[in-house]
């Protein structure tokens, strides 16, 4: 039986209407933003299922904007994010599109860059404002970003595994979850810790030559 | 440390302490907060229930969607400008449940109790009982922990999701945690807690979901309103020695078989009841979406 702390019952504290259009959407789009090379110019955000149905009603465009500014769940200038971007000079635009077999609420986020190629995640809110990231980049995926999470790639070869899970002992820190995927000789590797993944940590483990892509991601326990 | 209802009672009456006390214990075991933090993270979500709860009383909130708003100051003003048939006090109630559901429907912030569709009852609950009983904010918080306690045993052998088990789950779970929090801040026993929660389930038992336009408005805040006063009637039946023949336990789980039993068409897809009007069809297809 999955155990529940008191702030998941009597929580989150969120900008409405609803945890999964809006406090879930903000998620998606801050995850994103975070897997993403920075620096984009302009969003394209693929709406799916209840999501490309109700998204206006439940304020999800702004939500999912106010995710790839940066801002949380609770942050008031959700419902003006869409100007906010503005004024950053972000181009934003909303397709309703059929992604196929997804969950309901499922959004596809394409960065685009003026230097370099697009880079999408694609993500789906299934309840209470719990998230799953499901592909990045065409990379099949699973995590949720409540534990802190790691994404690296590198070019696949002997003993990356252990060199990275010795960084993580080494720095006392507990493997939640880790699993790795091949598309011909590159690995990509979701790894989610117990506790929070420290600036030394991350130095360490993105200072390896191996990998060619790595991001770290702390959640903001409320 | 407690699954059930029932496990929960024993834990009360063993070490002496009120739902609340276990429940802020167990919290403790399953973080790395201190007891003074968790109380003050729950003070924070007070704070945050105290505004939402306030701001639609004297001001028109409109939705995203424009299709809702005003509802709160409607009803607060009649309260103050005439005699309501259900009192002064109820209406006051039913004021400030509307207030936070609007607030929520505005892109404000709110606290998801248990859910943010059924965010109204619990802040209304207990910011009423504050007024009636004179409670410092340290009681609201404990009375909010007992809530939680309840919310929590129905998340974990039924479900709080109103696409799962339909409205019962959001306003039904969320009446059920006020009428506990309502009890105990009126100094009743654990047992009169439970049986007030079991009340509030039962007397909403198989309430269906069907938001008009899948939008958390109406008659989302309408069951936000009717949901306080189903907590403060539960509080006040189990508090003057009425007792629940089925167990808590049992309730819930009646509960959970209910919803399961639901079509889907009255699980929050929008497909069935009042989503499923002329009026809503029509209200919907000239909403700005």
Same mark, same amino acid.
């Given at each position: 039986?999955?155990?529940?702390?008191?702030?998941?019952?009597?929580?989150?504290?969120?900008?409405?209407?609803?945890?999964?259009?809006?406090?879930?959407?903000?998620?998606?789009?801050?995850?994103?933003?975070?897997?993403?090379?920075?620096?984009?110019?302009?969003?394209?955000?693929?709406?799916?299922?209840?999501?490309?149905?109700?998204?206006?009603?439940?304020?999800?465009?702004?939500?999912?904007?106010?995710?790839?500014?940066?801002?949380?769940?609770?942050?008031?200038?959700?419902?003006?994010?869409?100007?906010?971007?503005?004024?950053?000079?972000?181009?934003?635009?909303?397709?309703?599109?059929?992604?196929?077999?997804?969950?309901?609420?499922t959004v596809k986020i394409l960065f685009?860059?003026?230097?370099?190629?697009?880079?999408?995640?694609?993500?789906?809110?299934?309840?209470?404002?719990?998230?799953?990231?499901?592909?990045?980049?065409?990379?099949?995926?699973?995590?949720?970003?409540?534990?802190?999470?790691?994404?690296?790639?590198?070019?696949?070869?002997?003993?990356?595994?252990?060199?990275?899970?010795?960084?993580?002992?080494?720095?006392?820190?507990?493997?939640?979850?880790?699993?790795?995927?091949?598309?011909?000789?590159? #690995?990509?590797?979701?790894?989610?810790?117990?506790?929070?993944?420290?600036?030394n940590i991350i130095d360490e483990i993105?200072?390896?030559?191996?990998?060619?892509?790595?991001?770290?991601?702390?959640?903001?326990?409320? | 440390?407690?699954?059930?209802?029932?496990?929960?009672?024993?834990?009360?009456?063993?070490?002496?302490?009120?739902?609340?006390?276990?429940?802020?214990?167990?919290?403790?075991?399953?973080?790395?907060?201190?007891?003074?933090?968790?109380?003050?993270?729950?003070?924070?979500?007070?704070?945050?229930?105290?505004?939402? #709860?306030?701001?639609?009383?004297?001001?028109?909130?409109?939705?995203?969607?424009?299709?809702?708003?005003?509802?709160?100051?409607?009803?607060?003003?009649?309260?103050?400008?005439?005699?309501?048939?259900?009192?002064?006090?109820?209406?006051?109630?039913?004021?400030?449940?509307?207030?936070?559901?609007?607030?929520?429907?505005?892109?404000?912030?709110?606290?998801?109790?248990?859910?943010?569709?059924?965010?109204?009852?619990?802040?209304?609950?207990?910011?009423?009982?504050?007024?009636? %009983?004179?409670?410092?904010?340290?009681?609201?918080?404990?009375?909010?922990?007992?809530?939680?306690?309840?919310?929590?045993?129905?998340?974990?052998?039924?479900?709080?999701?109103?696409?799962?088990?339909?409205?019962?789950?959001?306003?039904?779970?969320?009446?059920?945690?006020?009428?506990?929090?309502?009890?105990?801040?009126?100094?009743?026993?654990?047992?009169?807690?439970?049986?007030?929660?079991?009340?509030?389930?039962?007397?909403?038992?198989?309430?269906?979901?069907?938001?008009?336009?899948? %939008?958390?408005?109406?008659?989302?805040?309408?069951?936000?309103?009717?949901?306080?006063?189903?907590?403060?009637?539960?509080?006040?039946?189990?508090?003057?020695?009425?007792?629940?023949?089925?167990?808590?336990?049992?309730?819930?789980?009646?509960?959970?078989?209910?919803?399961? #039993? %639901?079509?889907?068409?009255?699980?929050?897809?929008?497909?069935?009841?009042?989503?499923?009007?002329?009026?809503?069809?029509?209200?919907?297809?000239?909403?700005?979406?």
């Open positions: 039986m999955k155990d529940f702390s008191t702030f998941d019952i009597l929580g989150p504290i969120m900008i409405g209407p609803s945890s999964s259009h809006t406090a879930g959407a903000v998620k998606l789009g801050k995850i994103a933003m975070e897997i993403s090379n920075g620096n984009f110019y302009k969003v394209e955000f693929y709406l799916h299922g209840s999501f490309a149905k109700t998204y206006k009603g439940h304020g999800t465009d702004k939500a999912l904007v106010a995710g790839i500014l940066g801002f949380e769940p609770s942050d008031d200038r959700i419902r003006n994010s869409l100007n906010i971007a503005k004024n950053k000079n972000i181009d934003i635009k909303f397709i309703e599109k059929d992604l196929g077999y997804q969950h309901p609420n685009k860059y003026r230097d370099k190629k697009d880079f999408y995640v694609i993500g789906s809110s299934i309840g209470g404002g719990n998230i799953v990231i499901t592909d990045i980049n065409g990379d099949i995926v699973e995590f949720t970003g409540d534990l802190p999470t790691m994404i690296l790639k590198y070019k696949d070869k002997k003993g990356i595994i252990s060199k990275i899970s010795s960084i993580l002992s080494n720095n006392e820190l507990n493997i939640a979850t880790m699993k790795v995927t091949r598309d011909k000789d590159i #690995a990509t590797m979701i790894c989610e810790t117990d506790s929070k993944l420290s600036k993105s200072n390896l030559s191996e990998i060619t892509y790595s991001r770290f991601m702390n959640p903001i326990r409320r | 440390m407690f699954n059930k209802g029932s496990e929960l009672l024993n834990l009360c009456n063993e070490k002496n302490k009120k739902i609340s006390e276990i429940v802020l214990l167990k919290e403790q075991s399953f973080s790395d907060l201190t007891i003074e933090e968790i109380r003050e993270k729950m003070m924070d979500a007070l704070d945050v229930m105290k505004e939402s #709860a306030n701001a639609a009383l004297n001001q028109k909130i409109v939705s995203v969607s424009g299709m809702t708003g005003g509802d709160s100051k409607k009803v607060e003003d009649y309260r103050k400008n005439n005699k309501p048939l259900s009192g002064v006090f109820i209406n006051s109630a039913m004021a400030k449940a509307l207030s936070t559901s609007e607030v929520n429907a505005s892109m404000g912030r709110i606290v998801a109790a248990p859910t943010a569709g059924a965010s109204g009852i619990l802040p209304s609950a207990i910011l009423s009982a504050k007024e009636k %009983l004179d409670l410092s904010d340290e009681e609201l918080v404990n009375g909010l922990f007992t809530a939680s306690g309840i919310g929590e045993i129905v998340a974990k052998n039924a479900t709080i999701s109103g696409a799962e088990g339909g409205c019962q789950a959001e306003c039904g779970v969320a009446a059920a945690m006020a009428a506990g929090a309502l009890v105990e801040m009126s100094g009743g026993t654990p047992e009169q807690a439970l049986d007030a929660a079991s009340f509030a389930l039962i007397n909403v038992m198989g309430l269906v979901c069907d938001p008009v336009g899948g %939008l958390v408005e109406y008659p989302c805040a309408l069951r936000n309103a009717s949901g306080v006063v189903n907590a403060f009637t539960s509080a006040d039946l189990a508090l003057a020695g009425v007792k629940s023949l089925v167990p808590f336990d049992e309730v819930v789980e009646a509960m959970y078989r209910v919803g399961k #039993a %639901l079509p889907e068409t009255l699980r929050e897809t929008a497909l069935g009841g009042l989503a499923a009007t002329p009026t809503a069809r029509r209200v919907t297809g000239n909403s700005p979406q």
